[in-house]
């Protein structure tokens, strides 16, 4: 039998050379991939930290530019009122015998089309139920879809064509720069809200005249109380301006009755 021969072990050699081993495979760039033990402390305070949140939330800057227009954010700052504002805005209607202050003034910086664009649809809403009501009343209950359209291109045609030729015709017939035509165009269409209460005394024939009648020469009135400040200035031009004006509104009122409330018979 072959006995194994054994082996002269040295621990201290086994440590030596596998330390040898891990000096050698050390990358040549250790030292930049070694941490320093003191690095010092970071100063954050050189670079301030700022947050949208601050002070509530922060609105973005309208957009400017030729195609501006097209865009969503361009119209966002005549959306801005809230439910007070808008109440606010249809008391002063209500209240246009007041000399001051006159609706253009209670506006002069914040006109909106909010208000404008609801108080025309409600019109037209209003306008488009009671005319049928009324044709029922007087004809028997026949609905008549014809009435909503025609009710649609009449209001909104208003509320554009209205503060569209007063703007020119301050601007260019006056030469007067006092009012912006979305000015304006607020002010023509919280005008309309005197047309709803005449509405609806219209289900009834016999009111239909009367009303709106009473609607018109108050809406008119309220326009008038509204542009006196912005167009005194010119006394002698705004006479011609001011019956352009009467008879503007006299046609919308007539237009309004013929298309919705002519019916000869009933209550």
Not at 77 to 88: C, I, R
Not at 139 to 163: H, M, R, W
Not at 180 to 196: E, P
């Amino acid at each position: 039998n072959t006995r194994p021969v054994p082996l002269n072990f040295n621990s201290s050699l086994l440590v030596e050379g596998t330390a040898r081993m891990l000096h050698e495979e050390e990358p040549e760039d250790a030292e930049l991939m070694a941490i320093p033990e003191d690095h010092g402390e970071m100063d954050f305070a050189a670079t301030p930290i700022t947050s949208d949140l601050e002070g509530g939330q922060k609105e973005s800057p309208a957009p400017t530019g030729i195609l501006a227009c097209f865009q969503i954010g361009y119209y966002q700052p005549y959306f801005n009122v809230d439910t007070t504002d808008v109440a606010d805005r249809l008391k002063a209607t209500l209240a246009f015998y007041k000399i001051d202050p006159t609706f253009l003034a209670l506006v002069a910086d914040t006109p909106d089309a909010y208000g404008p664009f609801w108080t025309a649809t409600t019109l037209i809403f209003v306008i488009s139920v009671t005319s049928n009501l009324a044709r029922s009343l007087s004809e028997g209950y026949d609905y008549d879809f014809k009435l909503v359209t025609s009710c649609v291109s009449i209001i909104y045609g208003y509320l554009v064509a209205a503060p569209l030729l007063l703007w020119c015709a301050i601007k260019y017939f006056l030469q007067l720069d006092g009012a912006s035509l979305t000015q304006l165009a607020c002010l023509v269409g919280y005008g309309l809200f005197l047309y709803i209460p005449a509405a609806f005394l219209c289900t009834f024939n016999i009111l239909s005249w009367p009303a709106l009648v009473m609607a018109g020469a108050a809406s008119t009135l309220f326009l008038l109380r509204s542009l006196k400040p912005l167009i005194e200035a010119k006394r002698e031009k705004a006479v011609s301006l001011v019956g352009g004006l009467v008879l503007f509104q006299l046609l919308f009122m007539l237009t309004v009755k013929f298309s919705f409330y002519s019916h000869d018979h009933g209550l």
